[in-house]
């Protein structure tokens, strides 16, 4: 069974929007990330972010951090209106996401990587899919902008697994989902 390693850029007042425009940029923590994306062997979107992602990923060359592995590597794509993508190697999930996700972490193969697509992020961890949820903080407040959670989204409780300070004051904070008896 494969794992879901969901990867979300999180400001302290929990905007998740548009990270582009406040993500502080941190060589160690993207170190990291590239450590990580070597070991999955797929990457998992919402049709936003993907749509972002297709627009500027292609025209990257080897020479940029992370650019072979987000062209080579398989994409899925979670959309009802996204009939044929075109950045190589996606895949378009039919029918239910949730439905599409289980089958998928069915197959055999490594860790899949889920990378923002927040409302996805959260039907995902509803339907008790996302074996890891790392949040990576900047110390940053947007004031506005759209949020991890919004009000009335409890989804239980999680556990600490790893906590790691950056220089510039970004704090990756990795949990999985509480198991309860």
């Known amino acids: 069974m494969r794992k879901l390693s969901a990867w979300l850029y999180v400001t302290l007042d929990g905007v998740v929007?548009?990270?582009e425009k406040w993500?502080?940029?941190d060589d160690t923590m993207f170190e990291?990330?590239?450590a990580d994306y070597a070991g999955s062997d797929a990457l998992l979107l919402g049709r936003?972010?993907?749509?972002v992602f297709a627009a500027s990923w292609p025209q990257r060359g080897s020479d940029v951090a992370n650019a072979d592995w987000?062209?080579?590597?398989?994409k899925y794509v979670a959309s009802t209106t996204l009939e044929s993508p075109e950045?190589?190697?996606?895949?378009?999930?039919q029918g239910d996401a949730s439905e599409a996700v289980a089958r998928l972490k069915q197959e055999d193969g490594g860790t899949i990587t889920l990378n923002g697509s927040a409302a996805l992020l959260r039907s995902l961890l509803k339907a008790e899919l996302v074996d890891e949820l790392r949040l990576f903080l900047h110390p940053v407040v947007q004031g506005s902008g759209q949020r991890l959670f919004g009000e009335g989204e409890g989804l239980g409780a999680l556990d600490l697994t790893d906590c790691h300070?950056?220089?510039t004051g970004v704090v990756s904070l990795t949990y999985q989902p509480t198991v309860r008896s």
């Not at 936003?48 to 749509?51: C, G």
């Not at 987000?70 to 398989?74: A, I, K, L, P, V």
Request: no cysteine; net charge negative.
């Open 17 to 19: 929007e548009a990270p």
């Open 23 to 25: 993500v502080l940029p």
């Open 32 to 34: 990291q990330q590239t």
């Open 48 to 51: 936003r972010t993907y749509e």
């Open 70 to 74: 987000m062209n080579n590597t398989q």
């Open 87 to 93: 950045w190589q190697n996606t895949t378009v999930l």
């Open 165 to 167: 300070a950056y220089d």
